[in-house]
């Protein structure tokens, strides 16, 4: 199948966001440029580490003197609310992100997850694709503004911590039927 490629430059919009109650939650990235919306679909712990190392990143810039970079700036910190139709383009496998020096851009990068035939003698081989090579993973291609990467790492924070709060015994998220705590060696469940 041919690889679908959606490329952003600096579009209108660029969350994170989620369908479904805490604990059964499903997580987007969402671009929108105009009437043009492309979602994916990824992990939690994809999120958090995207916000982790863009805010490295941005930190970075911002010791570099770079304008937009600096965290003292105020931002819209609410939820992000995702636009419909919810249309899943793929489950993203990898993410990359980087710093384009030339137009001063922050580059957010997710690439299809490709599903791994079980080949006992195949030793396990990350493959390279060429952007241009028509058989690779589809893959959605973001180049935000500083201050815009920015705005998507708060966003990106509130809607981790949004989810079930942790069991103050163990730490484990607490769902609302209850919890089989294994600090209490499962005697009787805590309830949220």
Do not use: Y
């Not at 952003?8 to 109650?21: I, K, N, Y």
Request: charged residues 30%.
């Amino acid at each position: 199948m041919t690889r679908r490629r959606f490329i952003f430059d600096t579009p209108d919009r660029f969350a994170a966001g989620t369908v479904g109650e805490p604990g059964n939650r499903t997580f987007f990235l969402q671009a929108r440029d105009g009437a043009r919306i492309t979602s994916v679909a990824l992990e939690k712990v994809q999120v958090a580490v995207l916000a982790q190392r863009l805010t490295e990143l941005l930190d970075e810039l911002e010791r570099r003197g770079i304008e937009g970079a600096d965290a003292d700036q105020p931002l819209d910190s609410t939820l992000p609310v995702l636009d419909e139709p919810i249309n899943e383009a793929f489950r993203v496998g990898t993410l990359s992100m980087g710093w384009d020096t030339q137009d001063e851009l922050v580059l957010v990068e997710a690439r299809e997850l490709l599903a791994v035939e079980e080949d006992e003698e195949a030793p396990e081989v990350e493959e390279e694709f060429d952007d241009e090579d028509e058989d690779g993973p589809d893959f959605l291609r973001v180049r935000l503004t500083a201050l815009a990467a920015r705005a998507f790492v708060v966003q990106a924070l509130r809607l981790i911590s949004a989810g079930r709060p942790p069991c103050p015994l163990c730490g484990q998220p607490l769902d609302p039927q209850g919890h089989l705590c294994p600090r209490r060696n499962g005697t009787a469940p805590l309830l949220n």
